[in-house]
T-cell receptor
Framework: GAVVSQHPSWVICKSGTSVKIECRSL??????MFWYRQFPKQSLMLMATSNEGSKATYEQGVEKDKFLINHASLTLSTLTVTSAHPEDSSFYICSARDSPFGTVKNIQYFGAGTRLSVL | DQQVKQNSPSLSVQEGRISILNCDYTNSMFDYFLWYKKYPAEGPTFLISISSIKDKNEDGRFTVFLNKSAKHLSLHIVPSQPGDSAVYFC?????????????FGQGTTLQVKP
């Protein structure tokens, strides 16, 4: 399957600082990447859809000024958690779609996730 | 409103036996379904998928069955191995929406006992 790399895997930061998480598709071009958040023992919650060369589409209830997404190339999307607070502590996971739009087939390949701890 | 539901939070199976994980959905527009496996502190790993024009897809020890009339799909793992112990998520997408979004169930934790 396709490989998606996510970095860093774990970050600890002080309250008020910003943290950037990178998501790269290593062996395919991804025009669309997705950012999820997972709370303990819960399902994956989609935060936003990241489209190469255009603005991200955020899900209802997700603050776009808090979670900045940039998809500058076909292989890289970044999520920046701005002015992080303890309630932002969570497991963040990115994914990339490896099939063209217009087809039924829709497989997303996931990165390994980033554990964010805000002190 | 939970469009994809996995009503069993956990399942325990003996090694070598069959594991059956279930998933129900409510949106009749869903036309593609997937199963993912997830270990703690890792991202989900794609296992197997099925489109709505089929009722069965098999890949090695993994088989997914789709019952469109019942809006139900299941994942069969035969034979189960201890390494299969993980959280399994089913997911669904609606191709006509063109957003590429996947809607995930809550997950089922599978434990395979040696």
């Amino acid at each position: 399957g396709a490989v998606v790399s996510q970095h860093p895997s774990w970050v600890i930061c002080k309250s008020g600082t910003s943290v950037k998480i990178e998501c790269r598709s290593l062996d395919f071009q991804a025009t669309t990447m997705f950012w999820y958040r997972q709370f303990p023992k819960q399902s994956l919650m989609l935060m936003a859809t990241s489209n190469e060369g255009s603005k991200a589409t955020y899900e209802q209830g997700v603050e776009k000024d808090k979670f900045l997404i940039n998809h500058a190339s076909l292989t890289l999307s970044t999520l920046t958690v701005t002015s992080a607070h303890p309630e932002d502590s969570s497991f963040y996971i990115c994914s990339a779609r490896d099939s063209p739009f217009g087809t039924v087939k829709n497989i997303q390949y996931f990165g390994a996730g980033t554990r964010l701890s805000v002190l | 409103d939970q469009q994809v539901k996995q009503n069993s939070p956990s399942l325990s199976v003996q090694e070598g036996r069959i594991s059956i994980l279930n998933c129900d959905y409510t949106n009749s527009m869903f036309d593609y379904f997937l199963w993912y496996k997830k270990y703690p502190a890792e991202g989900p790993t794609f296992l197997i998928s099925i489109s709505s024009i089929k009722d069965k897809n098999e890949d090695g020890r993994f088989t997914v069955f789709l019952n469109k009339s019942a809006k139900h799909l299941s994942l069969h793992i035969v034979p189960s191995q201890p390494g299969d112990s993980a959280v399994y998520f089913c997911a669904a997408s609606e191709g006509s929406s063109n957003t590429g979004k996947l809607i995930f169930g809550q997950g089922t934790t599978l434990q395979v006992k040696p």
